[in-house]
């Protein structure tokens, strides 16, 4: 059964950037689509950024041009590196990973994220 390790949340001033990783166990990594949603108090979870097996990319509206996922299959890792954070980007971050034909998710412990104006 794959499991996420994430890390790299943290406090940061409005502008500034952070780097969120997030490790799999398991072999099945570089056939998986990854990613990562967030959650902010009161808010609905909301969608960040994905990356296919194939490294396509795709993100959210708030975050394009900003936020830039990545992935390194021999370390089983994908990288959410975040600049030009804003006080609107504080929330806990999730990670996930799935097939790429299914809706079966596997989601990392969450860290937070917090950008102070």
């Known amino acids: 059964q794959v499991q996420l390790v994430e890390s790299g949340g943290g406090l940061v001033q409005a502008g500034g950037s952070l780097r969120l990783s997030c490790t799999a166990s398991?072999?099945?990594?570089?056939?998986?689509?990854m990613g990562w949603y967030r959650q902010a108090p009161g808010k609905q979870r909301e969608r960040v950024a994905a990356?296919?097996?194939?490294?396509?990319?795709n993100y959210a509206p708030s975050v394009e041009g900003r936020f830039t996922i990545s992935r390194d299959n021999a370390k089983n890792t994908a990288f959410l590196q975040m600049n030009s954070l804003e006080p609107e980007d504080t929330a806990v971050y999730y990670c996930?990973?799935?097939?790429?034909?299914?809706?079966?998710?596997?989601w990392g412990q969450g860290t937070q994220v917090t950008v102070s104006s």
């Open positions: 996930y990973t799935k097939p790429v034909a299914q809706d079966q998710y596997t």
């Open positions: 398991g072999s099945i990594f570089r056939f998986n689509a």
């Open positions: 990356i296919s097996p194939a490294d396509t990319t």
